[in-house]
Structure formats: C-alpha cells, structure tokens
C-alpha cells in the first residue's frame, strides 16, 4: 500500500487504479573555470510529475495512460504511455499491446526511472531506443523472457507530407536465479530503425538533468539511412547487495558517406545498509520498487542504500568529434516509506576527451525527493 | 460497465466518475503522383487522448471537466468540456448549462467521436460550430428535443483590446419513431455566428487525420460580418440496420464584398454481421456507445459492423477557389467488448475540383484502436 | 460533501483525494474613449481549471498535486502545487514540507482564490511572492501560526547556464479571538528574493483577468540586485460581517542605480444577507469555503454575500512611471451549494495617475461561475 486510487468489480474483472509519480530535484555544480564550454547554472526542478489511470476490461484486456506534467513547453511534457493490451491466450506469460511505449530495449531503461539506483540513468542512455506507436508481442516467465515489436513514430509526431521512420526491436533474458533476495539475470537486445531520410542525434549531460547542458553530442548526423544499436545486460541480487552492468553500441548506415559507431556502457553496485534487498520482476525482467522492511516511524528508520556507478560513453568515430565521457557516482538512497525516496548523488566527470566540452571534469552534488502513489 | 472510476454517496445525491478515451491512429495513403498539391506521409498517431471528471453536487447541480492530452502544441491539446448545469426543475426533461461545451448543432457532431460509424467524421464537419462558451437552456423527452444557446468565444481565446465575438445557436429534433433496435430521428439546426471583424477559414483533410494536408481550404476570408449555417438530419435504425445523412448549408456576409455560399452533405448507412444494433439517446438526441451482445471471449466474437459513406463538400463560390471534395467511405468496426473498438476504413477519394488539390484522388486505409472507460 | 473523489484506508494511514476547481468569467468593460491607452475586449475566458491529487501515506506523510488546465500556452498553463511533507513530529501543530509551493506571503495570497471575496485579488498581487521550489517548516496553532521557507526558482525554470535565484520567506499571525463567527487575525510577514542579476517588473490589471491590458506596469527593471517586501495584514470577522485589510511595501535593491520603493493597500468588507458566515481556519492562517447554511432547493436560497472593496496601488517611484491606480468594488456573492459559487463584480476605476494608461478611468462588470470538488 502506497496510497494511489484503485477500484475492483466484484468478480474481479474490472479493475481501474490513478497513481503517479513526483520528482523534485535540485542540483549545485562545481567546475574548473580553464575548461572549455558553457558553465553549469545551479537550480531546482520538477524532473518528472506523472500521473496514470490503467486498468482491467472483460478481464482479459488490459490498459494505461500516463502524462509528464513537468517542464515547459512540449519539449518533455507529454505523453509517455498511452496502450491496450490483451492476454487471455492459452499460452502462459504470453501478451500482445499497442499503442506507445518502450521499445524492448536496455535494462535501465525497462526499470522504471522510480526504480533505477540513481537519479539519473548512465551516460548509454543517449542510446535509448526510446517509446514509440507501435505493437508488440512478449512472453514473461518466470526463468525466461522475450519480447518482440514493430514501431512506427513517437506519439508526438505527426506525418506531414513525409512518410514517418519505424524501427523493429526485440529483447530476451535468462534468469536461471530468480528467487527473493537472490537473481542472476542476463539479457541481449537488438533495436533497428529506419529514418527514411531522417537526421539522428546523440548527446548526453553528465548524468544530470538541471543545467541542461550535454557534455558529449555528435551533433546533427544528416543522411543517416537507419541505424542498428545492440545490447547487453548482466544483473545480480544477492541479500543486500545487487549489481548492473550494460554495454550498448550503435551502427549507423549512411547513404553518401562512411558508416559511424558508437559504443558505452555502465556497472553498478548497491549495499543496504539496513535489512533490505532490491526487488525483481519477471514481468518485463526488470528491478521494481524497494518497499522497506521497518518503514520510518515507531522505532523504524526505512531502507537505506549506498550505490557507486562507473560509466563511460564515447561518441567519437571518423569525422565525429562528439566526446567521450567517463563518470563515476557515489549514491546514497533513503526509502523511509512504501513510496518515498529521498537520493543523494555525487557525480565526479573523470575526463572529458574531444567535443566542446574537452576537459570540463565538473564535479555534481544533485538531490532527489520522490513520492509515487 | 466498461472500466472507469465511479463513486456515489449512500442518498444518491453526490456522485464522481473519472474516465476517459484513447484513440491511436495509423493511415497509408495512395496517390496519384501526377496531381497537383503536395504529398500525404504515412504514419501513427494519438489521435485523442482525453480524461473527464464528471460528477453531481446536491442532486440537481451537474457539472463535467474534460481535457484532451493528444497532439502538440495548443493546437489540439486542450479543454474540451468545462461546465455545470442545473435539472432541478419541474418541468420534464429541462435542464440549463453554463461553460464550455458544443453548439447544438449537426447530427455527427453531437454524436461523441468514440461512437461515430466511421474513424473521422464526414467532411461537412468543416462547416463545425464546434465549442463556445456559453449558456443553453434544453428540453430532452422521448419524441422530441429543442435546445437553445448564446455563445461567447472559445475557452482558448484571451479578448485583448477587441470583443471577442458571439453566436446563437438551436437545434430541434423529432423522433417519432424511438425504441431499442427501432429509430425514426428528424432533426433541423440553426446557428448564427458573429465574428466582430475577424476572419472565417473552412477547409478540410479527406477523412483522416494523420498527415495534416488540407484538400479543400477556402484560406483565409476576411471582412466576414457574421455567418448563418444551416443543417437538416435524418437517421433510422432498424435492428441490424441503420442509416444516417445531413445536408448543411452556410451562408457568410461580408461588408465590403459580395456574400458567400458553401454547403455539403453526406450519407452513410451501417449492417452489423452480428446480432447487435446502433443504440441511441433522447439525451442530445444522439447515437451513444455500441455495446456487443456478447463479448469477444468463451466463445462470443463480439460486435462486427460494415459500413459506407458517401460524402461530397462544396468549398467555391464567387472568388473563392476552395475546391469542392466527393469521398466514399468503406469501413469495418469490431468491437470485442464494451468500451473498446477497432476500426478500418477504406477512403477513396473519387473527385477534388480546383482549389490547390485539383485532382488529386488518393486513396486512404486507416486503422483505429480505441478504448473508453 | 461538495463532491470529489476520496478513499481511506482500514486504519485510516492512508488516504487519496480528487478534486478540482473550475472558473469560468465574462467581461464587460465601459471606457472613457478619450483616455490613453488601449482598449478592452469583452469576453469570456476559462479563468482556471484545476484538478488535484492528494493523500496521506504511512499516517505522517502528505503530499499534493495540482495542476493547472486553463490558458493557452505555458504562460498560465503548469503545475500549480507539488509538494511532499512530514507532520509524525512530538511538537504539536509542526511540519515540513518540501516542494512547489506558495511562499509564506500575503493573506490574499494564502486564501485560495476559490474562497477570495472577489473574483480577482486587489491590486496589490502585484506584488505576490508567487511559488516557488523550496522548503517550509510551519507551526499552526489555534492561536498563532508561524512559517519560514526558503526557496529556489519557479518550477518551470531550468538552471541553463547561470544560476537560479533564491529567496527567503516568513509570515507569523496571531489569532486573539478565533472561534466560529467570530475572529481578530493579525500578520506580519516578510520575503526577501535574490534575483542574481535577473530583471524584474510588476504590473497589474484593474483587477479583471479577460483583456489582459496592464493599467499600471513598471516595465522590466534592470538590474535588480535583490528586493525586500513587506506586509501586513489584519483579518475580522462578527456573525454575518467579515473585514479585511493588507498594506504591501517592497524595496528593490539595485546595483548601479539608485534603490526603489512601491506600494499599496486596499481594505475590504462583506456582509451576508443570509444566515451565513466566513469560515476561518487556523491551518494556513486563512479563511476557507463558505458552506451555505440553507443549500439551495426545497425553500432554501443558499449563501448570499455583498461585499466592498478600496484597492490602491503605487507604481511610480524615481524615474520608474509605472502609474498609481486607484479602485472600488462592489461584489455579490450567491453560494447555491457547498462548492458552487457565482458572483458579480462591478470595479470601478476611480484613477489611473501617471504611465501609459493615465486617466483610463474603467468600469467593469464581470461575472463568474465557479464550482470545487
């Protein structure tokens, strides 16, 4: 129970829940002043504020809507899930959904941003695949999943007098440990997208999100035919400890000139301190929600979690002198409640090689309150 | 019941419900690439996404608050219905509203786009009085209904150093004809619309929605004093079968130039291939939700519906070279259980002359996926 | 009971609500055509459509969030509250909260504009501290209150490349006789802001909110250090009767030029014509919704108010020409049910001294429909 609306028919076959989740944050920089490139401002922002109603028809039909209230302008406000899925076939775990949503693609972007060890996703992230309008066919079991789609465009666009690009992407994972407080988790993905004729861009801030300003960015890469990006993923739980790891790599194909690659990945690690572990789902094979054994109150103090990350992603290839970027960040993570969250991140840029901001090595302390119900 | 939240209190007098409708689009055109005007793009897109609050305070006090999350920009997005009302009079079926809410005026407006027969509504619908805000009082009884409206601006619209402009609008209908599976529905309308100097545009996409080209568009006229637009309405159910025209007519009056004419009409007939019927509602004098007989699951196949529309649009007269659009429409609606619907509609365009299309005969297939609650 | 949604938990810990306000104006402005200054447009407008969530969560916990529809684009349009707190403290009447949120500032400012007396709050919102994201610590006692917040930027603001500004705010009250129907509220409250070389301007519409026309507006001030303000307000209500009054003084420090001081007062009082009263709550030092004693059907009228409001506000200062504007306001109030409201408000402009609107002596009548649930 973490508050939120939910109501069920009496037999069960209806079912319709609001929920939502708020992310304030706040962040304080500090650079070296020789660098090159613009200088970070200091701030307050509401990173996420999101709010969803989903539900149950006939039993058999599932769906859900949810809209990002936060930021100006429509650049981030929007739609992020809008589907209908149906799951009464014969076969266990098997589901088919349309509509937008994720892309079958990269573990930190399958686990919720509610979910994930740090405030911010790792650098690869300027990878996503992203959510589009599309169709997708997965099966969840327990010891194994796999998932498969073909996607048109974002929610947000419309088709003008060009036709839209679409993409084919698919995921699957193997658990062979896959109990509470104890996973092995291993994953590839694959995620193909033609832009028909479409300009493609990859940047990244250093792992945060309030100055606004991308440390490493190839800039607008014209004439890109389509472009194929793979993955893999490693995850393990054991009690209080868990672990991720990520490696992602993109090829793009152009019409007139060379062919580019990108490449980056993460690991990471978390410990709590208290009598904790990180929660895992087979549904998506993916980490969900820490609910805390002894919530804050009574004698409780929540669930407390330290996590180091190291990330690198280059985006340097031929003609593209985009950056590449190494970060490490210290976590600290307080849970005091079933739905709350309050993060502490200190981000330290080891180096920063080629782009417009070669050498800016800043230094990041970024704090996080989040409630979702 | 199809899902959505609803609460009442324990004397009936206090109620609440949240629900909402989704609606995904994707389309294909075809064309002539020898016509004139510029091409249609393939694509998907959210076509509605709208979430309402509706409730009654005190019993007789009524209001609803309903907002669309689709699109970008202030184009599309925004307030959709945002009104109270009182019925707490004595006289049968009288009721009063205030906010912003839709003109009373043509059959296929009235009718909630979840349960038109097609996926976009004909293409008269450029003739739209669409919504103001304003005050209706209405009379709603089995046989017969009669409203009638004053109308400011739109809810969007700021006055600025100018008044904004105003419009009166009534429509009446007689059912003489009106049980389950069994509908005779006559119905004229009327709507005076007084712009205080501005300008009037009509102009319309052929049926869909998708990629954003106008085939017929009058441009942009200026120097309308006011405009009258007139519309007829006939609709019949019979069991399986049901049928549907309206003719609409506007006439513009300018102060220096001459007065203009456009008018337009269409026709569409529906035949369920199951055992279903088109319901329909003395409240608003409208068709309302398909709900199948028996639902997709444990056998049922739910509700299937063919459909044609022919539908023609007369943007020219005098100077203006709007261009005048005939379209016929086939299409196929499944509905597997209440509250969702999935649709295929076949346009083909079978004549555009003049305007900036002249000739241009595309043919259209669009598919809808949509689910209320 | 006014309608809403709302749900509990067993134990009572937990709880979620849904509610939201509506507010619908039409303007009608009379001028003297041979004052400065542009003219006023009639017309009506969604004044703001806001719906909220809001709960409870392990019994200490409480957060909001509120977002508001109305408007075009963002300038209005945005989250209005989001905001989580803790009130499990041993020290009574304590909590904190952290967030988006109104600084601690201004009577008028704190009663939501559901409960003002008149549509618009008088002219001295010019100078409203507004929301901000920070963090506030609050004692409410029955007695006295106290709050002191200190605050980032808006939430809609991003850091870019400069840092934010900042501020600091607390507003103390004391309540020597607070029972129902019966009230002496007294406050003090102060809020410094940190521009960090931004520019600021303070500007005000002759306490209508359709034409958007400015009558007193000091322009962009440049170079803006910082700037105090100051107010103090006194509140009084006996049975039928209810006073009110805020005097408003704020100091612009300025880096290069010399410092600049504006202000402003109004003094307003109501009197039902009914059995009703002005409820007052201690939580927020604020008055709340009235509920009419006799709701409206079955022989009862519900709540009727008249009320009268003096408002002056000087914007002229050194070579600032911002205007000084003068207004009174007859207001009548009719509260049908608990959570409608609809009310009349005729503002005379009784001057406009100095900037670019001199002389444009007004008068307005504006009407408005308003229900909360």
């Known amino acids: 129970n973490k508050g939120g609306l939910a109501v069920k028919s009496r037999d069960g076959n209806f079912t319709t829940q609001i929920g939502g989740r708020m992310q304030l944050d706040s962040a304080w920089y500090g650079e070296d002043d020789s660098a090159a490139g613009s200088t970070l401002g200091d701030g307050t922002k509401v990173r996420r504020a999101r709010l969803y109603i989903k539900g149950t028809v006939n039993k058999d039909w599932f769906y859900k809507f949810e809209y990002d209230f936060a930021g100006t302008g429509d650049t981030r406000k929007g739609i992020t899930d809008i589907w209908v899925g149906y799951n009464g076939f014969d076969f266990e775990g098997l589901s088919v959904k349309a509509g937008h949503f994720r892309d079958p693609f990269m573990l930190q972007d399958q ?140 090829q793009l194909e152009r019409d007139t000139t060379s062919d580019l690659t990108f490449d980056g990945w993460y690991a990471q690690t978390g410990w709590f301190l208290t009598q904790d572990t990180r929660p895992y789902t087979h549904k998506g094979a993916k980490f969900k929600a820490v609910k805390p054994n002894s ?79």
Do not use: C
């Open 111 to 250: 686990i919720s941003d509610n979910n994930t060890q740090f405030t911010e996703r790792a650098s690869i992230d300027a990878f996503t695949a992203s959510r589009h309008i599309g169709v997708m066919g997965s099966i969840d079991r327990k010891h194994w999943t796999t998932a498969l789609g073909v996607f048109g465009d974002k929610a947000n666009t419309n088709g003008g007098s060009d036709d839209e690009g679409w993409g084919l992407g698919g995921r699957s994972t193997w658990m062979p440990v896959n109990e509470k407080g104890s996973l092995v988790h291993l994953g590839l993905a694959a995620n193909y997208r033609s832009t028909r004729g479409g300009e493609v861009q990859f940047k990244q801030q250093p792992e945060t999100n309030i100055s606004g300003v991308d440390f490493v960015d190839t800039g607008k890469l014209l004439d890109v035919d389509s472009y194929l990006t793979l993955g893999a993923e490693v995850a393990l739980v054991k009690n209080r400890f868990s672990g991720q790891a990520e490696y992602i790599r993109t």
């Open 295 to 373: 919530p804050f109150g009574n004698g409780g103090i929540g669930a407390w979690e330290l996590a180091l990350r190291y990330s690198t992603i280059d985006l340097m290839d031929g003609a593209i002198n985009g950056g590449e970027m190494d970060n490490v960040t210290l976590g600290l993570n307080w849970f005091p409640v079933a739905g709350l969250r309050f993060s502490a991140n200190y981000i330290k840029v080891l180096e920063v090689e080629g782009g417009a901001h070669d050498n800016e090595e800043a230094d990041i302390m970024q704090l996080r309150g989040q409630w979702a119900f």
